[in-house]
Nanobody
């Protein structure tokens, strides 16, 4: 049974940093491309960042480029999202997801999802 479990969310002030983690089990982790998405109340689920199976390639949304960094540790079966210079508009539930195949920004192309972790940034 595949499980993705996010952690690290919380309430922070604008300008602060957080690191989200997503621990995977039940899948050949290094074979999966991993992505982070976020969903604010009343909005669609948006792409944040993605990383290749080896970790050599990454992609990130323009809105977070230069502030957020995605990385992974295949030995620990964990993917991370380092979030710096947080803004109130980053407030959302953050989800990690896994897919086989190339990296993608389309949430519909991801097969497995975590339960999400709330990030709230106050101004």
């Amino acid at each position: 049974q595949v499980q993705l479990v996010e952690s690290g969310g919380g309430l922070v002030q604008a300008g602060d940093s957080l690191r989200l983690s997503c621990a995977a089990s039940g899948l050949g982790f290094s074979s999966y491309r991993m992505g982070w998405f976020r969903q604010a109340p009343g909005k669609e689920r948006d792409f944040v960042a993605a990383i290749s199976g080896s970790g050599s390639y990454t992609d990130s949304a323009d809105s977070v480029k230069g502030r957020f960094t995605i990385s992974r540790d295949n030995a620990k079966k964990t993917v991370y999202l380092q979030m710096n210079s947080l803004k109130p508009e980053d407030t959302a539930v953050y989800y990690c997801a896994a897919r086989v195949g190339s990296m993608s920004r389309d949430p519909d192309e991801y097969r497995y999802w975590g339960q999400g972790t709330q990030v709230t940034v106050s101004s």
